[in-house]
């Protein structure tokens, strides 16, 4: 039976469904489950690349990798939002824009963050400056 409305209260629906997650809610919640230990295990495997490569990654560049991670996951988050909405054209320019700040500041950080420090050739030793 579909829907029906309450004759006192126009906001509660009465429905025949069984209490509980529908099929859209149950994707969303395990999209969002997906994302969020897609983002889990990437922060892991940067923690095990650091500690494998001995860098000295201090806490600061931890917290700034952490909230790129977490702005990664709202660009992803937003631009599925749009098409949830369907308007795939505002999923495509807000996730263009959004999503290159993103994948700058990734490339930051790998950059400045994850990356060893050069050795010298000879040995390992810093170059001597006259």
């Known amino acids: 039976a579909p829907p029906q409305t309450s004759p006192t209260d126009p906001r509660v629906v009465e429905s025949d469904a069984p209490i509980g997650l529908s099929l859209s809610t149950w994707g969303s919640e395990m999209a969002d489950l997906l994302l969020g230990a897609m983002?889990?295990?990437t922060l892991f495997l940067l923690l095990q690349y650091s500690q494998r490569r001995r860098l000295g990654?201090?806490?600061?560049?931890?917290a700034l990798t952490v909230l790129n991670l977490a702005y990664a996951v709202f660009v992803v988050k937003v631009t599925l939002s749009f098409l949830e909405e369907g308007m795939p054209k505002g999923a495509i320019v807000m996730g263009s824009i959004l999503g290159f700040a993103a994948v700058v500041w990734a490339v930051l950080l790998l950059r400045f963050v994850f990356r060893a420090p050069r050795q010298?050739?000879?040995g390992g030793k810093e170059p001597e400056h006259a």
């Open 57 to 62: 990654v201090v806490w600061w560049q931890w």
């Open 120 to 122: 010298a050739a000879a």
């Open 39 to 41: 983002a889990a295990a």
